[in-house]
């Protein structure tokens, strides 16, 4: 039976609502999560190669807190300016995970990383349950709209950044305590791909009597890091008596 122009035009209609209410929005809320798994990747590679957390996890959350408050502004300047704008907050936002998971086992180190990373966990999963009830709050009770949850968490974001690059000056104060078994650890020989820089000879090894012997060699894969000589001084003036 032959379709009549009517038809045929009721069923172009019909596909192109399908087109702009069904498939369009489900391929642009894609488009931030893309960018940012593909940020995350790019910035925890460079993170690894730089052996760096502060700068880049600073660096993430200043780029997504700037544009978090660039929001309103660029949304009543255009849509579109809008929408690119959230996709960048997404990309620094998620770019920032990585570093700041490895800051915060970096500042933990020792037997405090046993309270410091479930802390963190938890207070990212409250913040994710609470935040969207209370930014839902403000913005029944607001007559701007989104306007104040996006300047709040844009500035909150941003002075995360600038705390973080702080941090990075109080680093000092965050080493294990000296004498303790992870005072002399270097944090990177623990992230993986790390292992197979070249083994340089640590100096500072000790030598046994008169033989002329290290009291150890840097293990395969170790970075200047003598895994097998006694690091309290009384053990290793009692080998030396032994021998």
Not at 43 to 52: D, G, H, I, L
Not at 101 to 110: E, I, K, M, N, P
Not at 154 to 172: W, Y
Request: hydrophobic share 50%; with cysteine.
């Amino acid at each position: 039976m032959p379709v009549s122009k009517a038809q045929a035009a009721a069923a172009a209609a019909t596909s192109h609502d399908k087109l702009r209410t069904v498939i369009l929005p489900v391929l642009l809320a894609a488009i931030p999560y893309t960018a940012g798994a593909v940020a995350a990747w790019f910035v925890a590679a460079s993170s690894q190669k730089r052996q760096e957390v502060y700068f880049h996890a600073s660096a993430s959350m200043l780029f997504a807190g700037v544009f978090f408050l660039l929001f309103p502004v660029l949304t009543k300047a255009a849509v579109a300016g809008g929408f690119v704008c959230l996709v960048l907050v997404a990309a620094g936002g998620s770019a920032a995970v990585s570093p700041k998971t490895a800051l915060v086992a970096h500042a933990c180190r020792g037997p405090s990383q046993v309270v410091g990373m479930p802390v963190y966990s938890s207070i990212s999963v409250i913040g994710g349950v609470i935040g969207p009830f209370a930014a839902g709050a403000i913005v029944q009770r607001s007559s701007s709209g989104f306007t104040v949850v996006a300047y709040a968490l844009g500035a909150m974001i941003a002075l995360c950044g600038v705390l973080t690059i702080i941090l990075k000056f109080l680093e000092k104060f965050m080493k294990p305590p000296v004498g303790s078994a992870d005072a002399n650890d270097n944090f990177w020989d623990d992230v993986p791909g790390q292992q197979g820089l070249p083994v340089v000879q640590d100096t500072s090894d000790v030598l046994l009597g008169s033989s002329g012997a290290t009291a150890g060699a840097a293990a395969p894969g170790v970075v200047g890091k003598n895994t097998d000589a006694p690091t309290d001084v009384t053990a290793c003036a009692a080998v030396q008596d032994q021998a």
